[in-house]
């Protein structure tokens, strides 16, 4: 196994290297890791029938599935990347590991890390949610709050890994070791189908490893498949490309949504963002935004039709279902892979601000009131239940 410019196609010395050398460009491994990742019981994810969302979109005629990377061991699709990475970095020797992360990337290091005995610093905005910061802290990795957008948090997980020696697991593409534990996501589905493509994959998108990784994976079948990077109209510089026709993406001002895993404005990288829109567009595929108040609606959607407990983020490719119908992308018989990324554990503000069905109880005892209490608020859901 080498690694491989994206760009210029030089070749180089599996080591920890993060950029070609030649020409700057992004660097891949060329076949997957002949070094085991740190494995910690991630993948294998399931892939779930959303009959009940499907039910809520009028005209379609195909099936939803949900494949629910919610249940990887820190909640979310991140540890497949760090997986393979700390399998690297530990087999390289490093003295420790350093993240730069919206907070699941740095949950899955700090995890990981922890488990193999590892020092690890994580670099997050001082603004991330506080159940990942908590997640963070709760392994006892060194925690680093930068003020402002991620793209500042990633300039110094570079800047400290260079200068002391340890390795990068920041999951954009700077490490092509964690991109490349990516590919088995595309393989998972395909054989989850049955030995088939799904039509279209909708992928939450910061800067695009996993819109690469299912498009590997996939592309490794032999399959071809619609790939959709869903991004917050509050941080969209692949999705304002993609409508220029542009070729190249511009990096985004100050991101302003509540799916904080995709509010990466790709400041100084925003050549990952330009590879991810090659990818979509040579899958046929297309990028589009979603409001906050369409994730909000995707996320109760999610929790109270499919019993899926998801972060804003993951969320979002339903929250994209209902545009692209309406736009006509999901002709007839379309089978629709949605990533549901990670877990509401990790960020359940969302839903507390939600109507609930929450009663206080005064007096336990009175039991026919409780009934009649619980009636009329199935009769306000339009369930028929008497007690
Ligand atoms: C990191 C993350 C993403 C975005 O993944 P990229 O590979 O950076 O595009 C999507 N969803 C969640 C929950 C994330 O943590
Ligand atoms: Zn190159």
Known sequence: MRLRCVECGATFEPLLIYRCSACGGILETDGSDDVAPFAFGEGRTPLLRASRIEATLSGFSGEIWLKDETRNPSGSFKDRLISAALGRAIAMGVRGVVCASSGNAGAATAAYAARAGMPAIIVVP??????????????????LLVEGHYSRSYDLARALAEEHGFANLTTTFINPYAVAGLTQVGTEIFAQLGNAAPSHVLIPTGSGPLVKGVWQGLADAGATTRLVAVQAAGCAPIVRAFEA???????????????S??????IGYERDGTYTLRLV???G??????????LRAAMQNLARLEGVYAEPTGASPIAALPRLLADGHLPAGSRVVCL??????????AYQEMPAHTHRVEDPG????????????????????RF
Do not use: Y
Request: aromatic share 2%; proline share 4%.
């Open 285 to 294: 595929g297309l990028a589009l935004a979603v409001s906050d108040d369409a």
């Open 126 to 143: 001082a603004h991330t949610p506080i159940g990942k910061v908590t997640q963070i802290s709760a392994h006892g990795a060194i925690l």
């Open 245 to 259: 026709g542009a070729a190249q993406v511009t990096a985004w001002g100050m991101p302003d949504t509540i799916a």
């Open 281 to 283: 567009r040579e899958s």
């Open 366 to 385: 009175d039991t026919a009131a409780v009934a009649r209490l619980c009636e009329a608020a199935m009769d306000g859901q339009n369930l028929t239940v």
């Open 261 to 266: 895993g995709i509010s990466d404005p790709l």
């Open 340 to 349: 549901i990324t990670g877990h509401g554990f990790k960020d359940g503000r």
